[in-house]
């Protein structure tokens, strides 16, 4: 190898010698004579320049790259000692860095950390390792201000990878024990998040384990071309409002070969996304798939271009949902559902326009317009005695809904304010409409 590269730089650097030497002699020939040993040597000199300029940068090029690890920066990883601002100088480190930057969490140690935001723009690419366990603050005093717990502020082309033993783990309990979802006597107060992705294009998070978060587990937000495989999101069924994945203002996002189980929705879609696939997904428990809740306060809200197709949902409270309040405006529209196995769900298929999760939601007249969804190919079993129910906004009906080769078990259809066709073999068919 080496001496490859010797016997090419020695061809490289006869072969420019004799490029010179021709462009000199053609010079002297043109009458610049008295000029032709200074041309000559000042001409190699730059050749010269050229080619270590060119070594150095193919050596760039070819280097691996650079690792830094969180220990390097005095993070101890006892699961004890505060290892937040080792962090946050190991990352200053890796997002000033110059070709591609591994910034490496390491395997086998548990890291305490307090709120945290690693913020870009950054110089390079950058790979976030995560071998080991990254374990939140309990103390609620520790948030102070902050909604979030970690958080990834603008780095375009990052890539966030677990290796398939990386775990982030929210240590949510106290704020469970502390939601007035479990306790009546208590404030309804938001929690963190435990893991937020902001204002960041050229997303990626692969291989990665998210449990018990505080609140929501992981949120993707203002986000584009993302791509999210291979990650195992979980917390107790009735952990409050602890949803898997979060999408919103997102565009271009695929979600794929994962596995979600906790207690508020798999994976749910907010306004302002666009052009989302969900692949190969399991759920349960939890909430199901949804789209929304969109038109809260009532807001103008977009979602298109949404597909769902393999998805696998057990023992969920939905199956796949669009949901939202009255009195908001906008369009869900363009949503394919397909290819889709439930088992033991309480509404596998679900359009709710009169969603409300606040002690009341007044009667409006405006609604968020549901148009063009389409489910095909949609097989299981129904937990209650529903097993389709579209209730739709009277003034705004459902348009464009399709029903392709459905056919849940153990519960009826109820279709109300809504443009549905069958196609294919439909089961149970809308009793009204
Ligand atoms: C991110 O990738 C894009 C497209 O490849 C590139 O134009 C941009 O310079 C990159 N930015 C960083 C910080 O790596
Ligand atoms: C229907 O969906 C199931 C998954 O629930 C899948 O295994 C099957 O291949 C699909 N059928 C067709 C015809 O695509
Ligand atoms: C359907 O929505 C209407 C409001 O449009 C509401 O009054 C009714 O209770 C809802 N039905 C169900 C079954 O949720």
Known sequence: ?????????????????????????????????NSYGRFKSDSLI????????LKSFVKASLRAPITVSVSDFGAKGDG???????????WKKACSS???????????KTYFLKPIQLTGPCKSPLTVQILGTLSASQKRSDYKDSSKWIMFDGIDNLSVDGGGTGTVDGNGETWWQNSCKWNKAKPCTKAPTAVTFYNSNNLRVNNLKVRNAQQIQISIEKCSD???????????????????????????????????GTGDDCISIESGSQNVQINDITCGPGHGISIGSLGDDN???????????????SDTDNGVRIKTYQGGSGTASNIIFENIQMENVKNPIIID????????????????????????????TSA???AITFNCSKNHPCQGIVLDKVNIKGGKATCTNANVIDKGAVLPQCSST
């Open 1 to 33: 190898m080496a001496r490859c590269c010797k016997l090419v730089t020695v061809f490289i650097l006869w072969a420019l010698l004799m490029l010179s030497w021709c462009e000199a002699s053609r010079n002297s020939l043109n009458g610049y004579d």
């Open 46 to 53: 730059k050749r010269r320049d050229d080619i270590s300029r």
């Open 80 to 90: 004890e000692t505060d290892d937040t601002q080792a962090f946050v100088d190991a």
């Open 98 to 108: 110059n070709g591609a930057v591994n910034l490496l969490v390491p395997k086998g």
């Open 226 to 260: 993302v791509e999210v495989t291979n990650v195992v999101v979980t917390a107790p069924g009735n952990s409050p409002n602890t949803d898997g994945i979060h999408i919103t203002n997102t565009q271009n996002i695929r979600v794929s070969k994962s596995i979600i």
């Open 299 to 313: 807001s103008n809200a977009f979602v298109s271009g949404v597909t769902v197709d393999g998805a696998k949902l």
């Open 353 to 380: 326009q009169d969603y409300c999760d606040k002690s009341k939601c007044p009667q409006e007249k405006s609604a968020v317009q549901v148009r063009n969804v389409v489910y095909r190919n949609i097989s299981g």
């Open 384 to 386: 209650s005695d529903n």
